[in-house]
């Protein structure tokens, strides 16, 4: 629960320090194994990048770091038109809209379900939470490849074999790989396969780690 009044001038820094609280707490004695998908992801690589020592490994999940990306300014300004709707017309049309920009495909019918309101008890306070203080933000959050490179033998990049290859999720991992020359992993199902095929995500998962590191 958020108490109090919050510093969103640094979300991102704060989220990652969350994080590293939270493993200090649960692992005091050695680091975690870290998987992050979406903006969880933009959250892992500032924790990569800022408390490096609590990282085994991260598997950083399609994260839609849009400063990555060429066209970076048209997706800030489609970002910025998704929330102006969200303002005039609400929660559900904005979702719709959303949808399409990361072009979510068979995924769609999913997304929009966890933006309604008639589907959960905190959903409508929670998307109207997401779309004032992460939508307008964390996809702007610039990573600097020098920085990443530096930490690059922690990071595991996955994508989804069912998400679409222009899609800004996707491709920011892609530039990712060839920046740093760390290879790309094809998960199963599309953004959010570690939900929808959970055993065999998790099964790919620790064979991924298993090679790296036999301890696994």
């Known amino acids: 629960m958020l108490s109090g009044v919050q510093d969103y001038d640094h979300r991102m820094e704060i989220d990652a320090d969350d994080a590293e609280r939270l493993i200090s707490h649960l692992s005091p004695d050695e680091p975690a194994t870290v998987l992050g998908s979406s903006s ?29 990306l060429p066209d970076c300014e048209e997706l800030v300004a489609a970002q910025r038109d998704i929330y102006q709707l969200y303002r005039k017309q609400g929660i559900a049309p904005a979702a719709e809209r959303f949808a399409q920009l990361i072009r979510a495909g068979d995924e769609t019918q999913g997304l929009l379900r966890s933006f309604d309101t008639k589907t959960g008890p905190y959903n409508f306070a929670n998307s109207m939470y997401w779309f004032e203080r992460e939508l307008p933000y964390y996809g702007q959050h610039d990573y600097q490849i020098s ?28 530039v990712l790989s060839e920046e740093l020359g760390i290879e790309l992993h094809l998960m199963p199902g599309g953004h959010v396969g570690y939900a929808v095929h959970a055993p065999k995500f998790a099964r790919l998962v620790y064979d991924i ?8």
């Not at 595991?156 to 800004?168: F, H, K, T, V, Y």
């Open 40 to 68: 969880g992801g933009l959250i892992s690589l500032e924790l990569l990048l800022r408390h490096p020592g609590v990282v085994r490994n991260l598997l950083c999940h399609e994260p839609p770091a849009f400063k990555l």
């Open 147 to 174: 920085s990443l490179r530096q930490h690059q033998n922690k990071l595991i990049l996955l994508n989804a074999q069912g998400s679409d290859p222009e899609a800004m999720q996707y491709r920011a991992n892609v």
């Open 209 to 216: 780690l298993k090679d790296r590191d036999s301890s696994y």
